[in-house]
């Protein structure tokens, strides 16, 4: 079983895209929406995608997507190709699908931040780079299919994890526990943390820290404060800690983003 990258595209704001299959196309396409709405036909049927669809397009399926004029949106799609014997198995079950399939991923931090890091190696081609996005889609994939495993959330459990994932939008430079955040769905500590985990994909911790670390990506590209003061503005005492965090995150230590900081105007 092999599988292989062909392109991995990145659309946001109001980026003007087509994208189009013929029903003889040996390529599949993996399609992560960020936010906003976009709009795909497959074999003829519409599909209104928004923020937290994750749609996959097995290979020999016809269709074309396109965004909607005037509205924002960020999209992830990946295509690519899997090449397998007769009478293997593919590698995961949703390989073998011969419709396409649409979730609504409660895993959308997770999964944007993966894309993200895809689109990055993908433009910067440094070594290896064709590795890591083929782990990261392996990885992104198995996500989806243990979702697909797991069957639609009922409306409470996703409206839990919902209004838990707003209150660390909220609170995310203060310490976050599993106690404060049973307070606001209204369950016991340990229903909370196990239901957080189960939704996300992501412990409350990693969850945290991963806000954290974003909001730390920008500030080093696009402000004057240093490494330390933004470790403290989000909340580590410990600066060598915020730089093991932020290094098994990224995957790179906090002063490498400072080659792309923008030079104040005089």
């Known amino acids: 079983m092999l599988l292989k990258i062909n392109a991995i595209r990145h659309d946001t704001g109001a980026a003007r895209w087509y994208e189009e299959a013929e029903k003889e196309s040996a390529a599949w396409t993996l399609v992560v929406v960020g936010y906003g709405k976009c709009v795909y036909w497959i074999e ?48 995961l079950p949703v390989l073998a699908e011969t419709r396409y399939v649409r979730q609504r991923t409660g895993k959308l931090e997770l999964l944007l931040a993966r ?17 890591l996005c083929l782990a990261l889609l392996l990885e992104t994939l198995t996500h989806v299919n243990r979702e697909l495993d797991q069957g639609r959330w009922s409306s409470v459990k996703y409206r839990h994890a919902e209004l838990m994932k707003s209150y660390i939008q909220n609170h995310y430079r203060e310490k976050v526990t599993k106690d404060e955040l049973s307070t606001v769905i209204g369950k016991s500590p340990n229903h909370t943390a196990a239901l957080f985990s189960e939704v ?46 932020f290094k098994r995150i990224t995957g790179q230590a906090p002063s490498a983003y400072l080659k792309d900081r923008e030079t104040p105007l005089r």
Request: proline share 4%; hydrophobic share 30%.
């Open 115 to 131: 894309m993200q890091t895809m689109a990055e190696q993908w433009t910067e081609r440094e070594s290896y780079y064709e590795t």
């Open 44 to 91: 003829g049927e519409k599909l209104l995608l928004e923020k937290g669809d994750v749609v996959l397009i097995p290979d020999h399926t016809g269709f074309y997507g396109k965004p909607i004029p005037s509205v924002s949106h960020e999209t992830y799609v990946v295509t690519f190709t899997q090449t397998r014997a007769d009478g293997t198995a593919p590698l």
């Open 200 to 245: 996300t994909g992501q412990t409350i911790s990693d969850y945290v820290n991963a806000q954290r670390v974003k909001t730390a990506v920008y500030l080093l590209r696009h402000s004057q404060r240093t490494v330390a003061d933004i470790a403290d503005y989000l909340g580590y005492c410990d600066a060598s800690y915020f730089h093991k965090v």
